[in-house]
């Protein structure tokens, strides 16, 4: 049983540009939240993913969006990339009814 | 919002001994609260997790406990060995997001 994988793996970009990250939840889960890690930070809580509907967002701009696909997998995008948008976006997918998450390696994001 | 503090942010200890990581959470209403591991370069690994039902919960040499008067849990790591060396994360939850600690820096010396 695969557990939660992302791609790519690492990603560079320069300022301005436009990335899609994507994700594929553990099976059996319908729930996929994204987070983004800066250097040396705790993950900071992006926005969550539920039958295909933002179900829940973070303080983050509406430059980030995502979208989740019937088969539970998501997309994380973000537009107009700064270079604070350097991190690494991890994606965790749970289970809806226990919210336990389970977190992907992450893709590391460079914007330079 | 909630907001999660974490103390403390390094910690050394030596092979064989006891590590205590501690947390506050402001939300009296947080109901879930999962510890991560993060080794360099690899992904957020839940290790333990309680819930506000429960006062404390054991796995091996991992322990929770958790006290909601005081709005804090903490994860408590005896005899310790080398490769439990990583960051630690707690979390709190009341729905469906995490909020996370800054995380502590646990060095194991052998």
């Known amino acids: 049983d695969a557990g939660v994988t992302q791609s790519p793996t690492h990603l560079i970009k320069t300022r301005g540009q436009q990335v899609t990250l994507r994700c594929s939840p553990k099976s059996g889960h319908d729930t996929v939240s994204w987070y983004q890690q800066a250097l040396g930070q705790g993950p900071q809580f992006i926005f969550q993913y539920y039958e295909e509907e933002e179900r829940q967002r973070g303080n983050f701009p509406d430059r980030f969006s995502g979208h989740q696909f019937p088969n539970y997998s998501s997309e994380l995008n973000v537009n107009a990339l700064l270079l604070g948008d350097s991190a690494l976006y991890l994606c965790a997918s749970s289970f809806t009814r226990l919210n336990i998450q389970y977190f992907g390696a992450g893709t590391r994001l460079s914007v330079l | 919002g909630e907001n999660v503090e974490q103390h403390p942010s390094t910690l050394s200890v030596q092979e064989g001994d006891s590590a205590v990581i501690k947390c506050t959470y402001s939300d009296s209403a947080s109901n879930y609260f999962p510890w991560y591991k993060q080794e360099l370069g690899k992904r957020p690994q839940l290790i333990i997790d309680i819930r506000s039902n429960v006062g404390e919960k054991k796995d091996q040499r991992i322990a929770v406990t958790l006290n909601k008067t005081a709005k804090h849990f903490s994860l408590h790591i005896t005899e310790t060995q080398p490769e439990d060396s990583a960051v630690y994360f707690c979390?709190?939850?009341?729905?469906?997001?995490?909020?996370f600690g800054a995380g502590t820096i646990l060095r194991v010396k052998s």
């Open positions: 979390a709190a939850s009341k729905g469906n997001k995490l909020v």
